[in-house]
């Protein structure tokens, strides 16, 4: 018997470092990660993000920066992980230049249906305590004429 384990012993030490090489090369290169931070990436470029929401931008080239180098040095893992929150923070500054736009069309419209109103009359729409419009705010935009139906 002791003759069969000294056998044993470099075989099974061999087998376990083969196992342990063949884990760490199982993990594929995040490809799909890649490509989907970089896609995200674009359209944030393309859309109001650099003037908008620039900080958050720079954090997803940052990030998508690291994971290339992840992947330069076979760090799948961290690749994937890196190139996965490039893409939300890509989407993140995206969705807040969004946000910033259609606060300022918000305001241009407000603005432009002041101007409208008679007499400088008061046509504003009262905001809530989350900020959100009423869902009817309505206020009549000239006095009723007075008599009945003519």
């Known amino acids: ?21 063949g884990a760490c090369a199982s993990t594929p290169p995040p490809d799909d990660a890649m490509a989907a931070a970089k896609l995200a990436l674009q359209r944030a470029e393309a859309s109001e993000a650099p003037s908008e929401a620039p900080l958050e ?6 990030k998508l920066a690291e994971a290339e180098q992840a992947i330069a040095d076979e760090d799948y893992r961290q690749a994937r992980r890196l190139a996965q929150e490039a893409a939300a923070d890509a989407g993140l500054a995206e969705a807040q230049a969004e946000r910033a736009v259609a606060e300022r ?3 241009q419209v407000d603005s432009a249906i002041d101007a409208l109103a008679p007499g400088g009359s008061v046509v504003t729409t ?25």
């Open 1 to 21: 018997m002791p003759a069969m384990s000294r056998k044993t012993t470099p075989m099974s030490i061999a087998g376990a470092t083969l196992l342990l090489l």
């Open 57 to 62: 931008l720079q954090q997803a080239r940052d």
């Open 105 to 107: 069309n918000r305001q």
């Open 126 to 150: 009262p905001a809530l305590s989350n900020g959100a419009a009423p869902a009817a705010a309505t206020t009549p935009l000239a006095p009723a004429a007075s008599g009945g139906i003519q």
